[in-house]
């Protein structure tokens, strides 16, 4: 199976934005934003949980990627990526003093949340109607 280089560089890009994410969400407290509430660290396990998920994630697809084993990884990352951004939503440790940019991120993580299902639910969907002819992981 012939790498694809756009498919390499995806990778290496998800790890790098993935390793830039976890340093700003573990940082965002002790950079005192005033709009963000020590409510963080209740759900900051979980997010952290899920960008290591998804770096790893993606170095495992930079070594190994056999089609079947890229959507079984993928739908992974994107599980643990919408429980993260269902506990900012739920937790919401944002406040905001403008009544409109409290709903514009609510309304900014729904849409996220949105976007996660549907990638779960296509990944789920592409490995049940998979060919059953390669069977290789």
Known sequence: MERNQEEIKEYVIAIIFNLILLYVFNNLLNWHFNFVTN?????LWIINL???VAIIGNALLLIYH????RHVMKTIINIFAFIAVLSLYLIFPFNFN???LYWILNILLI?????????II??????I???RTNLVF
């Open 39 to 43: 409510a963080l660290n209740n759900i």
């Open 66 to 69: 056999p089609k079947l084993f």
């Open 129 to 131: 109607r998979r060919p």
């Open 98 to 100: 403008n009544f409109y």
């Open 50 to 52: 899920s960008i290591s």
């Open 122 to 127: 296509f990944e789920i969907v592409y490995l």
């Open 111 to 119: 849409i996220i949340m949105i976007g996660f299902a549907i990638a």
